[in-house]
């Protein structure tokens, strides 16, 4: 599975969109970018997936660049709830062997 | 549903003790996996099972020990605990493997404390 990189922590003003961006530059064209986050300890929460297309669901957008080298999850209204860690994954193969790095620390502020 | 459920939440232990952490969940779900989590880490993969009677070995497998009866139950068992296996353990569970449906989800986690 293609290594990511993400930018270790992140601000937000609560209302404002969040952006947070995963740069995966050896993803193969069979993987799948996923985004899963963790508020404060508790199990991982499944976000968004895609492959090539843009995706957009109740919770957030993700947009994917042509090449597929790097990816953006969005949250469209931040909310201090939306604090949390954010870890983009890209793999292949079954859904039992996902592999998390250390993710995006996000802290969304009044 | 109740989903991914983790027991005990919380749990002590002494080196050298053995002990199972319970996981079950109600989905119907062929794959599960366990995972631990130090802290300041991300996940990372201990054992995992794409269905009854099937597990294999995932990043970290040493001290740990997997069985599969019934499509329900996943029980991880360390079988002589060390101070280096403390940690927070999450199980989780996918339908299948086919990238349309991957979803993981998540239990509560258990917080082991070895001694």
């Known amino acids: 599975d293609a290594k990511t990189t993400q930018p270790t922590s992140m601000d937000c003003a609560e209302g404002r969109a969040a952006n947070l961006p995963c740069n995966h530059s050896t993803i193969s064209g069979n993987e799948y970018v996923y985004w899963y986050r963790q508020i404060h300890s508790q199990g991982p929460q499944y976000i968004i997936h895609g492959l090539k297309n843009n995706e957009t669901n109740e919770m957030a957008s993700l947009i994917i660049t042509e090449d597929r080298k790097s990816s953006t999850l969005i949250l469209p209204h931040a909310t201090l709830r939306d604090t949390a860690v954010y870890y983009c994954?890209?793999?292949?193969?079954?859904?039992?062997?996902?592999?998390f790095g250390t993710g995006t620390r996000l802290q969304v502020t009044l | 549903n109740a989903g991914v459920t983790q027991t005990p939440k919380f749990q002590v232990l002494k080196t050298g003790q053995s002990m199972t952490l319970q996981c079950a969940q109600d989905m119907n779900h062929e794959y599960m996996s366990w995972y631990r989590q130090d802290p300041g880490m991300g996940l990372r993969l201990i054992h995992y099972?794409?269905?009854?009677?099937?597990?294999d070995q995932g990043e970290v497998p040493n001290g740990y020990n997997v069985s599969r009866s019934t499509t329900e139950d996943f029980p991880l068992r360390l079988l002589s605990a060390a101070p280096s296996q403390t940690s927070v353990y999450f199980c989780?569970?996918?339908?299948?493997?086919?990238?349309?449906?991957?979803?993981?989800?998540f239990g509560p986690g258990t917080r082991l404390t070895v001694l």
């Open positions: 989780a569970s996918s339908r299948q493997g086919s990238h349309t449906s991957d979803t993981q989800y």
């Open positions: 994954i890209a793999f292949t193969g079954t859904a039992s062997k996902l592999t």
């Open positions: 099972s794409v269905g009854a009677g099937i597990t």
